[in-house]
């Protein structure tokens, strides 16, 4: 009994609290990877003006190369007060340019048969290698004008003044009206000059040289 009572009275001390704490996986903080605007790569942002630039020159390389393969004329729209009408490489055949001021005007390789050119003013105009048969220069001012392998055959140059035009190559002026006409300092072939000399005769009525003269006819 009164083993009993010691057992009982015996304090028996209490079970340890067993806590288990789960281990914290923490995940270690990474620097924030965003960029701020000064930090964007430049070549991801195009420029606004850069990109219209290439995109105009672009169309224009495109426009060049379609216009020349779609009508190699209008690739040379010819110098000259004439508008925007092209005028070298064309067939203009009986043309009305009879009084217009056609200064520096392009008209390389053209076929202007029959063309009328009363009285225009063709200062330093190009004709080179185009086809004047039958056309009318009369009293045209053609000063430096470029004959060069033309075609002036059967025209009508009478009164026109052609004071230091080309006439290099194969020129013909075979079977024109040079009445009146002035060439003066036209560099003309011996065969041409004996040619027209044949023929020769009047008086410029702009420069009041006599036609024979300016072509040094014997």
């Known amino acids: 009994m009164a083993l009993l009572n010691v057992y009982l009275c015996t304090k028996i001390p209490p079970k340890p609290h067993l806590s288990i704490t789960k281990p914290s996986l923490s995940i270690p903080h990474l620097p924030s990877l965003s960029f701020s605007h000064c930090d964007k790569p430049q070549a991801l942002i195009p420029n606004k003006q850069l990109v219209e630039d290439f ?3 672009g169309f224009l390389a495109i426009l060049s190369v379609s216009l020349f393969f779609t009508d190699p004329a209008l690739a040379f729209k010819g110098g000259g007060p004439y508008g925007s009408e092209v005028t070298r490489g064309q067939d203009l055949t009986g043309k009305d340019f009879s009084g217009r001021t056609l200064i520096k005007q392009d008209f390389k390789t053209s076929i202007l048969r029959q063309a009328n050119f009363k009285g225009a003013k063709l200062l330093g105009a190009s004709f080179f290698d185009a086809d004047l048969t039958g056309a009318d220069l009369s009293d045209a001012d053609l000063r430096s004008a470029d004959f060069s392998l033309t075609n002036v055959t059967k025209a009508n140059l009478s009164n026109a003044n052609l004071e230091g035009a080309l006439a290099t190559g194969n020129t013909s002026f075979r079977g024109s009206n040079i009445t009146g006409a002035d060439f003066t300092d036209v560099p003309l072939r011996e065969d041409q000059r004996e040619y027209l000399c044949k023929f020769a005769d009047g ?8 036609t024979r003269d300016t072509l040094l006819c014997n």
């Open 55 to 57: 995109a105009k020159t």
């Open 203 to 210: 008086v410029n009525p702009t420069t009041g040289n006599a």
